[in-house]
């Protein structure tokens, strides 16, 4: 209709018009309007630069520099999945817009940090450290330190090594201490006045942990001993307890090149899958009763197991020297299925959101894979200095990342 | 945590060690060293760092080796150190090349 009423001088206007439109949207091309649903941030280990990455086309962004010392980072996402929180380890907080690419806020927090979390609000940031060693909250917005929590003295006099910090709902954390065999659960609801309730003698040397993809568990690793300590944090009042003790039987431990990872993502549908620790095995237990269902043999050291999204298969990779090899478990039948080699020092994965794909860091091949999860192809790789971490935005709606 | 007369033995035999043999470390071939670098950055630096500054290991930084025996601490290198985190690396590591990694860290020139 409008098309058949408009006057000739108003077409040849048009007409006119159209080459111009055209330019403005080309000078719009290289920055075109975007979701961040689908991106994800690759920590550059060595050049203290992450690079932004699109899943959807498999293509790297952008490159983001000045981040610091990324010798071990993680990082997590404001609930928007616009703003990334990376945690340095040299105890820098950087917040990288993933839509302008850029470093928006850096706070410089403790001098030896190993990671952080954000709260089920998205309002506060809580930064886990060793030295000094304890919880840091910090407002999300203006990174503003909000409270500072110093951790439990160790057996040295000083305050433990904070490790496993995650988020549970109701604005809480969950985080245990190296040094004191503790698990702390802190509450920010007020966060610049945190309430902790502690648990102590929960283990020898809880090294990492992990919270349930629900938010009700949570898990501290133990390297002093063989077993995990579990808190259910809707009966908080029972306190911490051992599971899967004494896994190792009595076995010599294997010496142990690398520390494992634990994260929510352990959980495949029934079962959690751990990693033991100086045994080349994972633990495979029921996630309700927490008993041992079985133990799966694995190549190596494992660092990361880590559940498909939809829990089908758990991949596996190593530490030193075994870091070139991943290894892929079929739930429903416990087998190692498939026994990858797909570059050199692979640090970590990540699935993407529904788990089509899964994309690797080859350290020392400076490339990324991305990997085809049902034929197990390299559909792409992509180049990249030293990667390590590779933390996609999905994460920003998921507890416990 | 007391390890006191261990550790009091540890020195005596670490002493014994260096009193022994005081020259200084043989620099491996060019290609060892430069994966020996590699390897004290990247895989020792998983727990101490990737500047060997700390972390779940202790710093390896000159200042907070200063002092400390050498032999003690390519003995640590070499057996690991039981009940904590720090593995021993003797399947990937010659006595000549622990000692090398330990002077360089010393001096603060394993860069």
Redesign the interface.
């Known amino acids: 209709m409008a098309g058949s009423t408009l006057a000739t001088g108003q077409r040849t206007l048009a007409r006119l018009l159209a080459p111009l439109l055209c330019l403005a949207l080309a000078g719009c091309a290289s920055t075109p309007l975007r979701g961040t649903g689908d991106l994800g941030v690759v920590i550059e280990?060595?050049s203290g630069s992450v690079q932004i990455v699109d899943n959807s086309h498999a293509q790297s962004l952008a490159r983001v520099q000045g981040l610091g010392?990324?010798?071990?980072a993680s990082v997590v996402f404001s609930p928007d999945a616009r703003y990334a929180y990376v945690f340095g380890?040299?105890g820098a907080i950087s917040k990288v817009d993933l839509l302008t690419a850029r470093l928006v806020q850096r706070v410089e927090q403790a001098?030896?940090s190993?990671g952080g979390a954000i709260s089920s609000d998205g309002r506060v940031i809580a930064a886990q450290n060793?030295?000094p060693g304890g919880v840091k909250l910090f407002d999300a917005d203006s990174l503003a330190l909000l409270a500072s929590v110093p951790a439990t003295t160790g057996?040295?006099g000083q305050p433990s090594?904070v490790v496993g910090l995650a988020d549970l709902p109701g604005k809480r954390f969950a985080y245990a201490l190296?040094d004191a065999d503790e698990i702390d659960v802190l509450d920010a609801s007020t966060p610049t006045a945190p309430k902790i309730q502690r648990f102590a003698h929960i283990g020898k040397?809880p090294?990492d942990g992990l919270a349930s993809g629900d938010g009700r568990y949570f898990i501290a690793g133990l390297?002093?001993e063989d077993g995990l300590a579990l808190l259910d944090s809707w009966h908080a009042d029972a306190g911490v307890r051992r599971i899967l003790a004494g896994y190792g039987r009595g076995r010599q431990a294997l010496?142990?090149?690398?520390?494992p990872h634990l994260r929510g993502w352990s959980i495949a549908g029934d079962y959690a899958f751990l990693p033991a620790i100086g045994q080349h095995e994972v633990l495979v237990a029921d996630n309700r009763s927490w008993a041992q269902v079985a133990t799966v043999q694995v190549l190596g050291q494992p660092v990361f197991v880590m559940a498909e999204p939809g829990g089908r298969r758990v991949w596996v990779n190593f530490a030193?020297?075994d870091n070139d090899k991943v290894q892929v478990i079929d739930v429903p039948t416990r087998q190692v299925i498939k026994t990858l080699q797909p570059g050199r020092?692979i640090l970590h994965m990540e699935f993407t959101a529904r788990g089509d794909a899964v994309w690797l860091s080859s350290?020392?091949d400076n490339k990324l894979l991305v990997i085809d999860t049902a034929s197990f192809e390299v559909r792409r790789t992509l180049p990249a200095l030293e990667p390590s971490g590779i933390f996609f935005s999905s994460r920003a709606s998921r507890m416990g990342m | 945590?007391d390890s006191g007369p261990v550790r009091r033995r540890l020195w005596l035999l670490a002493w014994l060690a260096a009193s022994l043999c005081q020259q200084a470390a043989a620099a491996p071939a060019e290609a060892r060293a430069a994966a020996l670098l590699q390897l004290l950055h990247?895989?020792c630096?998983?727990?101490h760092?990737?500047?060997l500054?700390?972390?779940?290991g202790s710093p390896l930084t000159p200042q907070a080796l200063a002092g400390k025996p050498a032999d003690s601490l390519v003995a640590t290198i070499l057996n690991?150190r039981p009940?904590t985190?720090m593995?021993?690396w003797r399947p990937?590591l010659s006595e000549e090349e622990a000692q090398w990694l330990v002077q360089l860290l010393q001096q603060g020139s394993a860069r």
């Open positions: 280990r060595a010392d990324l010798s071990h380890r040299d001098s030896n190993i060793y030295s057996a040295n090594r190296f040397q090294y390297y002093g010496p142990v090149y690398k520390m030193f020297p020092a350290r020392d | 945590m990247k895989d630096g998983a727990c760092g990737l500047s500054k700390g972390g779940l690991g009940g985190p593995p021993p990937f």
